[in-house]
Nanobody, 124 residues
Framework: QVNLVESGGGSVQAGGSLTLSCAVS????????MGWFRQIAGKEREGVAA???????SVAGSVKGRFTISQDKAKNTLYLQLNSLEPKDTEMYYC??????????????????WGQGTQVTVSS
């Protein structure tokens, strides 16, 4: 059982920054994939970024250059740095953990564990 708790969301003006955190507790396998997703009502969930337990990362083209995924293993925490935020980034952001390494199809895999989400709102 893995428990994920996101934090760090909030309201910012366009051009601002936020750092989202995902605290992970519970038991994970030695190889795992961690990801950030976002979703707004009426839209499909979008994979934003993913990171393997070995440090390999993947960032969606829609946010590349603005968002960065990182991890502090000592704190069991996954981060998503959001820079140059735009109103279109206004969504609920979720973190997820799955067993096994990330693959090219990480956006569409069946993720085993999800957090409750944290809201990001960007005003123009």
């Amino acid at each position: 059982q893995v428990n994920l708790v996101e934090s760090g969301g909030g309201s910012v003006q366009a051009g601002g920054s936020l750092t989202l955190s995902c605290a992970v507790s519970g038991r994970t396998t030695s190889g795992y994939c961690m990801g950030w997703f976002r979703q707004i009502a009426g839209k499909e969930r979008e994979g934003v970024a993913a990171r393997d337990s070995d440090g390999t990362t993947s960032v969606a083209g829609s946010v590349k250059g603005r968002f960065t995924i990182s991890q502090d293993k000592a704190k069991n925490t996954l981060y998503l740095q959001l820079n140059s935020l735009e109103p279109k980034d206004t969504e609920m952001y979720y973190c997820a953990v799955d067993y096994g390494f990330c693959t090219d199809g990480w956006k569409n895999r069946t993720w085993k564990n999800w957090g409750q989400g944290t809201q990001v709102t960007v005003s123009s």
